[in-house]
């Protein structure tokens, strides 16, 4: 085999150059005059964000409204109107035009009303309107103690204590047998396909919002990032593995357990966002159900947590310190999702978590059924009536607790 020299690192650098080359040259030309006729400019605005304040004494009433260029061509703002009638407005940058992807705020002094419906509407210079709807006008949650609290207070009631709760079937688990372990493992794994399933889908229905560019294609995006995760994830397990030559039962198993809260953490903290951005949106009576309904979904989740533990013995210091750290790892997040949700909403940060929930999830599956398929000198024995009921249990279960959200 031939060593990487000098002389192949040139070769291989020769074509990103010519390659730069000819961008630099189309870059110059005028592809939109084709015979003489030029085609008017693209323009597509998304409204990623809207802040609603209230009068204080330091500011009025105002919207605040974040937007970005998901078009080709340069757009220059040059009117606003709320409900049809024109306002006064600014706007940053202040010559009011957003490049290629730039994003940019409109401040809108005007004396709402809470629980009344605006509609704003972008008009830009050549003439194109752009509207977004405010259904209920309320006032987004200001970055204060009362409301950081209040927002990690939601997180800790849908996401730790619910999970503490779920890890309370460990003792009960301990006097299973060989094949009511294998009944939990295959109920788990019909639990964790459930919500990987559950999250793709919500990260699908996110993809197509209105208030994400296409440009940064969200729906491929989330697929990339949920493959990639659950690569890199796989590479990171193989590794320790490897490293760790034959890992003893009990090492393996506290180990899967905390991949499995990690899985699920990252789809709590999608949760967290669910909940956050509809306080912050002024849904209060779908913030409250969401907290109501994901707290009954998530004590499920504990189960799934220290079902590969279920053959293992801790003494009662080890025991206690494992299943706080577990809650933790599984449940912190959803609070970290709410205070993105209600101060800092974005969809497509919430297109990325959901993703990355996702791959983790899925890796857990492989893990779980990876052991369980290790275990048994026959895998064929693993295809029985208790082992599909296990797994139609775990969907049924997560089916039934999902229709409280």
Do not use: C
Request: hydrophobic letters at 50%.
């Amino acid at each position: 085999m031939k060593k990487f020299g000098l002389s192949t690192l040139v070769l291989a650098v020769i074509p990103f150059i010519l390659l730069g080359a000819f961008v630099s040259f189309l870059l110059f030309q005028d592809l939109r005059n084709v015979a003489g006729t030029e085609f008017p400019p693209v323009e597509e605005i998304v409204f990623e964000r809207i802040v609603i304040q209230s009068e204080s004494e330091t500011q009025h009433h105002l919207f605040l409204v974040d937007i970005r260029n998901d078009g080709p061509d340069p757009v220059t703002i040059a009117q606003v109107q709320v409900d049809e009638a024109y306002w006064y407005f600014t706007m940053t940058p202040e010559d009011k035009v957003l490049g290629r992807l730039q994003s940019g705020t409109i401040e809108i002094p005007y004396h709402w009303t809470e629980g009344d419906a605006y509609n704003i509407t972008l008009l830009t210079a050549s003439g194109v309107t752009f509207s977004h709807e405010i259904s209920v006008a309320v006032e987004s949650p200001p970055m204060s103690v009362q409301y950081f609290s209040f927002f990690a207070l939601l997180g800790f009631y849908v996401g730790i204590v619910p999970i503490m709760i779920g890890l309370a079937w460990y003792p009960s688990l301990r006097r299973l047998t060989v094949s009511s372990w294998n009944f939990i493992l295959f109920l788990t794994v019909g639990l964790l396909v459930f919500l990987g399933v559950e999250t793709v889908v919500e990260g699908i229905e996110m993809s197509g919002g209105e208030m994400v560019a296409e440009t940064f294609h969200p729906a491929v995006l989330f697929f990339i990032i949920l493959v990639s995760t659950f690569l890199l994830l796989q590479v990171f397990t193989e590794r320790g593995r490897i490293s760790s030559g034959a890992r003893s039962e009990s090492g393996g198993g506290l180990t899967l357990a905390y991949m499995v809260a990690l899985g699920i953490g990252l789809h709590n903290l999608g949760e967290g966002l669910a909940i956050g951005t509809a306080y912050n949106t002024g849904e209060i009576s779908l913030g409250a159900t969401l907290v109501i309904g994901f707290a009954l979904h998530n004590t499920t989740e504990g189960l799934a947590i220290i079902s590969p533990l279920a053959r293992q013995s801790f003494n009662f210091k080890q025991l206690v310190k494992h299943l706080i750290l577990l809650g933790v790892v599984a449940g912190a997040p959803t609070i970290v999702g709410a205070w993105l949700g209600g101060f800092a909403p974005s969809l497509l940060w919430g297109i990325i978590f959901m993703a990355i929930g996702a791959g983790a999830i899925f890796q857990v599956v492989y893990s779980i059924t990876a052991q369980i398929f290790s275990r048994t000198e026959n895998p064929i024995n693993l295809f029985n009536f208790t082992n599909f009921a296990g797994l139609m249990l775990g969907f049924g279960v997560m089916f039934g607790t999902a229709l409280l959200v």
